[in-house]
């Protein structure tokens, strides 16, 4: 019997991810390898040892950026700036070769992370809740017996589905 791989493992985790969650773990991608970077950084003066995980770094801004780019919501246009600070941020940190433009980014990032951990549990918290809340309030769903013919008061009556919602 064989293992499955860490791609494997990692892939299947990414496929069967909520947005949330993904998004997670692109902060938490980003947070990895800028500490690598900082911490390369700190052992090394040679900023060609650093420059890979820079740019890995930068890739994942630049992706949690566009998934926010389309976003009409109030809050989605502010963690957009954020993302867009954090961005120029890091590419001048590269330009520069500045540590502590590096450090700046870690903590917004962390900061992001933070945030984006509370409201996720917050929201998971409430969804039960929310459910339980749905389907006590939800109509039963009618019968449809196909034998039986419409009574007149039924006729033109919209029917009533079971509780159920089409949220994430």
């Given amino acids: 019997m064989s293992h499955p791989s860490r791609a494997q493992y990692l892939e299947s985790k990414v496929l069967t991810a909520s947005q949330p969650q993904l998004h997670m773990m692109l902060l938490d991608g980003a947070l990895r390898f800028g500490n690598q970077a900082k911490e390369t950084w700190a052992k090394e003066a040679d900023f060609l040892a650093v420059e890979p995980m820079l740019t890995r770094m930068f890739d994942i801004v630049e992706e949690l950026l ?12 502010q963690l957009a700036e954020q993302y867009a600070f954090v961005y120029r941020e890091l590419a001048a940190c590269h330009i520069n070769q500045d540590l502590k433009q590096l450090d700046s980014c870690l903590e917004l990032l962390r900061f992001q992370r ?22 006590k309030q939800a109509a039963p769903a009618p019968i449809a017996v196909p034998h039986m013919r419409p009574m007149s008061s039924d006729v033109g009556s919209t029917p009533v589905s079971a509780g159920f919602s089409l949220e994430a």
């Fill in 66 to 77: 566009q998934g926010l780019a389309s976003g009409e919501e109030a809050i989605s246009k």
């Fill in 114 to 135: 933070e945030t984006w951990k509370l409201a996720s549990e917050q929201t998971e918290a409430e969804q039960p809740q929310t459910k339980q809340t749905e389907t």
